[in-house]
């Protein structure tokens, strides 16, 4: 295993935070109450507080110099490695929750697994996080429940959000090239172990929201390999533009 091979191990879990706290971050001030308003802008910034980790991490591996800002301001597209789940769109509150819900579930699992790896660092991070991402799952799972087994219309809103979004989550459990060295290393973890446990999580709260668990096999996948929806683009331009426009610029 190679440093570079680490490196894109970490940019796997360490984008998906990042895209996910800047999708959320473009709720602050818009939620349907001031609590989850507040709520959902915390899990925006436990996210980014986690991607610094990783990325302060990366930064001590290479060797050009790299900052966290840098890795996370100046890299072009096709090098970001998140799912393409974490980069759809907040089309409405309903999505917004399923979409979080899906992810959260597989975070949590994830981190589960990645304290027992022999990289001491990513362990630290996984200590370290876990507890929040513990509440993210609560969180999100709570509210998907409640507009389940809610009004006929955020029942709806919550069937057509799960029915969109699931064609996603098989993507989490991909890996590509490099992370298959960093796992057989024993410095990364096989999300594939918990793949049974996870849908089976999955379909159970949503069988207790009165939600059906769709019964389509397509599934999408490309992000971890740098191949985005077009929604990514955009993404990019809001949460770069500053760095883009006033390179190093110091406050």
Same mark, same amino acid.
């Given at each position: 295993?190679?440093?570079? !091979?680490?490196?894109?191990?970490?940019?796997?879990?360490?984008?998906?935070?990042?895209?996910?706290?800047?999708?959320?971050?473009?709720?602050?001030?818009?939620?349907?109450?001031?609590?989850?308003?507040?709520?959902?802008? !915390?899990?925006?910034?436990?996210?980014?507080?986690?991607?610094?980790?990783?990325?302060?991490?990366?930064? !001590?591996?290479?060797?050009?110099?790299?900052?966290?800002?840098?890795?996370?301001?100046?890299?072009?597209?096709?090098?970001?490695?998140?799912?393409?789940?974490?980069?759809?769109?907040?089309?409405?509150?309903?999505?917004?929750?399923?979409?979080?819900? &899906?992810?959260?579930?597989?975070?949590?699992?994830?981190? =589960?697994?990645? =304290?027992?790896?022999?990289?001491?660092?990513?362990?630290?991070?996984?200590?370290?996080?876990?507890?929040?991402?513990?509440?993210?799952?609560?969180?999100?799972?709570?509210?998907?429940?409640?507009?389940?087994?809610?009004?006929?219309?955020?029942?709806?809103?919550?069937?057509?959000?799960?029915?969109?979004?699931?064609?996603?989550?098989?993507?989490?459990?991909?890996?590509?090239?490099?992370?298959?060295?960093?796992?057989?290393?024993?410095?990364?973890?096989?999300?594939?172990?918990?793949?049974?446990?996870? &849908?089976?999580?999955?379909?159970?709260?949503?069988?207790?929201?009165?939600?059906?668990?769709?019964?389509?096999?397509? &599934?999408?996948?490309?992000?971890?390999?740098?191949?985005?929806?077009?929604?990514?683009?955009?993404?990019?331009?809001?949460?770069?533009?500053?760095?883009?426009?006033?390179?190093?610029?110091?406050?």
């Amino acid at each position: 295993m190679t440093k570079q !091979n680490l490196i894109h191990y970490i940019y796997g879990i360490a984008d998906n935070a990042l895209i996910l706290g800047q999708r959320l971050s473009e709720l602050c001030g818009h939620g349907p109450t001031l609590e989850t308003d507040i709520a959902l802008t !915390n899990i925006a910034l436990d996210l980014l507080g986690q991607t610094r980790s990783y990325y302060q991490y990366i930064s !001590n591996l290479t060797t050009d110099g790299s900052t966290e800002d840098d890795v996370a301001f100046l890299r072009k597209e096709r090098q970001y490695r998140n799912v393409l789940l974490v980069e759809q769109p907040n089309t409405d509150f309903a999505y917004i929750i399923v979409r979080q819900y &899906f992810y959260d579930v597989f975070h949590y699992m994830l981190l =589960q697994e990645l =304290q027992l790896s022999k990289d001491v660092n990513l362990t630290a991070i996984a200590d370290k996080s876990i507890k929040e991402v513990g509440y993210h799952q609560q969180f999100s799972g709570d509210w998907v429940k409640r507009l389940g087994d809610g009004t006929s219309e955020s029942h709806d809103k919550t069937q057509q959000a799960v029915n969109d979004l699931w064609v996603f989550t098989e993507e989490l459990f991909h890996l590509s090239n490099e992370d298959k060295i960093v796992v057989d290393s024993g410095h990364g973890i096989n999300p594939k172990s918990f793949k049974d446990q996870y &849908f089976n999580k999955i379909s159970t709260l949503l069988e207790d929201a009165t939600i059906k668990v769709p019964e389509s096999k397509y &599934f999408q996948k490309g992000g971890k390999d740098g191949i985005h929806s077009e929604h990514m683009g955009y993404i990019l331009a809001e949460m770069q533009y500053m760095q883009r426009t006033y390179p190093d610029m110091k406050w």
